[in-house]
């Protein structure tokens, strides 16, 4: 969205006043997303447990404060690890990326090693390799 806006109104009028226009598209998503949430119907079960009083007062003193805490806790752990781990790959794929390590998939088409064709291949494979890595 910044680059397109930053393209379109240009690099002057996207500094002087043109950076808002993202923001002000925003505001309209938010509008679109809070027009569906209350089109929205609540699921039977859910109205049932409303309807017997069923439902708690307190949600985060019953998660925290309660024997179901060790659950909370290895939930959390697990993902904040997986956070960790997927932030790791990533940084890892980019500075490979950057490196140009070896590792990386590349051509494996069998045409003859010095062609500048070949050669234009391998590039390309090994940037959407990249590309599709870092995403």
């Not at 938010?30 to 049932?48: G, K, S």
């Not at 439902?55 to 997986?82: D, G, H, Q, R």
């Not at 490196?99 to 940037?127: Q, Y």
Request: proline share 4%; hydrophobic share 55%.
């Amino acid at each position: 969205m910044i680059i397109a806006t930053r393209q379109y109104f240009g690099t002057q009028d996207f500094e002087a006043w043109a950076w808002r226009v993202p923001f002000l598209v925003s505001f309209l998503l938010v509008a679109i997303a809070m027009y569906i949430r209350l089109q929205l119907q609540e699921t039977p079960i859910f109205e049932e447990i409303k309807a017997k009083g069923l439902m708690t007062k307190n949600p985060w003193k019953e998660a925290f404060f309660s024997p179901n805490i060790k659950f909370v806790l290895i939930a959390s752990l697990e993902a904040y690890f997986a956070a960790a781990a997927a932030f790791s790959i990533r940084v890892a794929t980019s500075l490979a990326c950057e490196r140009k390590i070896a590792w990386l998939p590349t051509s494996s088409i069998a045409w003859d090693r010095g062609s500048p064709r070949h050669e234009s291949f391998k590039v390309r494979v090994d940037i959407l390799s990249c590309v599709a890595i870092t995403a």
